[in-house]
């Protein structure tokens, strides 16, 4: 067969590559401008940052819902930290799903705590056998929910539903230490609107270089190691490029699983979280989407992007592996679960611009992105395309991630006063340029990688714990 006659159609799926490079930089560009406006706005997060405290609003009590399994070396720290947020009304739920560590046991040892009868609403969701309920002696706002295994984040948060006592409900991970005043920016964003607003994102960063000191982080540091610096620009780029303008315009498809602040009655009225999901955040988001939209209720989903947790990225190259092979394999279950959705005109922005971007972009994006580079490749190889032509694509689509890059830092950098010394800057441009050559591609395997069948199981991920300011080990 005479390759040749394929020639044109591998050239044009070589220049689809970097035409689809540049659709997506132009989408993003149209994020970061309604992005920069909402973080420029005079918004209820910002004002209280300004100094409206929290004395002179309405006060709604939040449920701090903490799943945990064998966090034993973070749970003492991260549990202080909850309890020590600024906002008035509040308790913690630690949900321990059958831990073979000492989780269970350093908590009740650290709070003095006494078993108490458990206590569920009426709503209660079907959820796995509940052994025993504890509430510590010390501060009256904690208590521990000791259940059945599930290996399932879902139940466990669905178990923090059931027993919280609260209108407002954080569902976070354990391993995570938030600002002191992460909870009131969000219900200042939240009760901005108290009729609409049915949950709040916040903005993630990495707890692998940080310092704290009792409830509070005494050091921020930007991370040295490889793969999570690699991480950060990718978060930067969702928590500010993207989410506040896809939130403006209503399109936020994501609250990240870290952290998420929701109105427990509209997580009740969708049924709580999907168990078995493998991207049971964005399962909430699109479901919690679709019940306000097909039922005509007003509502909105917005992000705090100056509200911060703090939590640890995967360290190494395996972790970060089936993190990522599981979060596209979730992706899939969310396409396929909701493929009537995207484009069309009942589900307005939501099903145009935050579906459409989860289909066109993290869905057919990766497939597409692969078939061009093959298709470079073998056009180069062929002697089909000239060496200099193909060098400056494949230039030209490094030069397109690294301005997506340095515009995530310029945003972090507008936002988040801590980063005012130049050497941190300058570790996270260096991160920002880096990821292009190397990092990228491989995430781009990954990801197509999970098209196939796999173990979704998370693994074990090795925690360093926090470290306390002044101690470097």
Known sequence: MDLNILKPLFVAFAYLALTFSVVHLAAIALWSVLSRDALTRLRPSKRLLRGAGTGNRETAGVSIIMPAYNEAELIEASTRNALAQDYPLLEVLVVNDGSTDDTVERLRARYSMEQVAASVGEEAIKTMEIYRVFRSTTDPRLRLVDKAASGSKADNSNVGLNHANYPWVVVMDADEFMETNCISKCMAEAQSRPDDV????????????????????????????????????????????????????????????????????????????????????????????????????????????????????????????????????????????????????????????????????????????????????????????????????????????????????????????????????????????????????????????????????????????????????
Not at 233 to 247: D, H, K, N
Not at 272 to 292: F, I, K, Q, S
Not at 447 to 471: C, I, N, Q
């Open 198 to 473: 049915v949950a709040v994102g916040t903005t993630l960063l990495p707890a692998n270089d940080i310092a704290i000191d009792g409830a509070a982080v005494a050091e921020r540091r930007m991370p040295t190691n490889f793969w999570v610096g690699c991480q950060i620009i990718e978060y930067l780029t969702a928590f500010l490029v993207s989410r506040p303008g896809m939130a403006r315009i209503g399109a936020m498809p994501i609250v990240s699983g870290g952290f998420g602040l929701f109105r427990r009655e509209s997580v009740l009225a969708v049924g709580g979280y999907t168990h078995g999901h493998l991207g049971e955040d964005m399962d909430m988001c699109v479901r919690l989407h679709r019940h306000h939209l097909e039922n005509d209720i007003p509502y909105r989903i917005v992000q705090a992007p100056e509200a911060i947790v703090w939590t640890e990225f995967p360290p190494t190259h395996e972790v970060l592996r089936r993190q990522r092979l599981r979060w596209h394999r979730g992706l899939k279950m969310i396409i396929d679960a909701n493929k009537q959705v995207i484009g069309r005109r009942r589900y307005g922005n939501f099903g145009r611009f935050g579906m459409g971007s989860l289909y066109v972009f993290e869905w057919c994006g990766p497939i597409v992105e692969a078939v061009g580079w093959f298709a470079l490749v073998l056009s180069l190889a062929s002697g089909w395309i000239e060496p200099v032509a193909a060098l400056g694509m494949f230039l030209a689509a490094q030069l397109v991630g690294q301005l997506v890059g340095v515009l995530s830092v310029g945003l972090a950098v507008r936002t988040f006063s801590f980063l005012n010394r130049p050497l941190e800057v300058a570790r996270l441009v260096l991160w920002a340029i880096v990821m292009n050559w190397g990092y990228r591609q491989l995430t781009l395997l990954w990801r197509l990688r999970s098209l196939f069948p796999g173990d979704t199981a998370w693994g074990e991920m090795p925690r360093s714990g926090f470290r306390t300011a002044g101690v470097n080990s």
